[in-house]
């Protein structure tokens, strides 16, 4: 079977940065990954890069920021006065902390810098900016059960 809409696909990977840094690999942790093609689980780049492939195919492919997470936004890069912090807040420059909005919504930011009165916090995704380079491997790629198609899109929905 071909990857393509609606395949569930199963494939180890490895994510490295420009400095050949080990970022993510799931060959040794014996989980390969798993999601359902088209269903924007996964980088528009890496679906393009395995559409129509097959079982044991592998493919390595370079991603600029524009293909990945996108260009550092400085506007997503805020002072905020500490005291607007519990005291007892791990504030670590390169933590990783949520926020929730009056209505309700979560999202995750990045301690970037802290001093006696402000911190300095970053909604950037922590790959923002950077070269990403993978190496893929196909383990399969089977056709994805009426369930699960409905399971993602119920899921999808929630994210929105």
């Not at 940065?17 to 980088?43: A, H, Y």
């Not at 524009?66 to 002072?79: F, N, R, S």
């Not at 802290?114 to 970053?122: A, I, N």
Request: proline share 8%.
């Amino acid at each position: 079977m071909k990857v393509g809409k609606d395949m569930v696909v199963t494939v180890d990977y490895e994510l490295r940065l420009d400095e050949g840094e080990l970022i993510e690999s799931t060959w040794d942790s014996k989980r390969p990954f798993i999601f359902c093609f088209g269903r924007s689980n996964v980088l528009p780049a890496i679906e393009e890069a395995l559409k129509g492939k097959e079982e044991g195919d592998e493919v390595e492919l370079e991603l600029p920021p524009d293909k990945a997470y996108g260009p550092v936004m400085e506007e997503a890069i805020y002072d905020v006065p500490r005291s607007q912090f519990p005291p007892d807040s791990n504030l670590e420059v390169g933590s990783t902390m949520m926020m929730e909005t009056p209505q309700g919504e979560q999202y995750p930011f990045r301690v970037a810098d802290v001093t006696e009165d402000q911190v300095k916090v970053d909604f950037n995704h922590p790959l923002a900016g950077r070269t990403l380079y993978f190496k893929l491997s196909v383990r399969g790629v089977r056709e994805a059960s009426p369930d699960e198609i409905l399971e993602m899109a119920a899921s999808k929905r929630q994210e929105q």
